[in-house]
């Protein structure tokens, strides 16, 4: 099993970026976006089931950030709007084999990709 994941950069406050993760070796029951900032402990970002019915968001990025998943492929997308300094962190996408609401424990991980806010 493979996760990878690409789209960091460096970006303005109040700019937008998506970040995309590719999954490969076998089927899933969710996935989601952790981030981990310097200095913190890694955190929950959003999660959603496979097939897209459950999601859920972090509070400090609900409204602004939409995790998804391409209809045909097993890409996972996190869609980061009005980006703040506070979402500079490295991010991670994970995913698991069932559903789990609030869950953090998941079987797999991607590699990270680093955004950068600048204010």
């Known amino acids: 099993v493979q996760l990878q994941a690409s789209g960091g950069g460096l970006v303005q406050a109040g700019d937008s970026l998506r970040l995309s993760c590719v999954a490969s070796g076998r089927t899933f029951g969710a996935y989601a976006w952790f981030r981990q900032a310097p200095g913190k402990e890694r955190e929950f970002v959003a999660a959603s089931s496979w097939r897209g019915e459950k999601k859920e968001y972090a509070d400090s990025v609900k409204g602004r950030f939409t995790i998804s998943r391409g209809n045909r492929d097993n890409t996972m997308y996190l869609r980061m709007n009005s980006l703040k300094p506070e979402d500079t962190a490295v991010y991670y996408c994970?995913?698991?084999?069932?559903?789990?609401?609030?869950?953090?424990?998941?079987?797999?991980w991607g590699q990270g990709t680093q955004v950068t806010v600048s204010s």
């Open positions: 994970a995913a698991r084999a069932n559903w789990a609401p609030r869950s953090t424990i998941y079987a797999w």
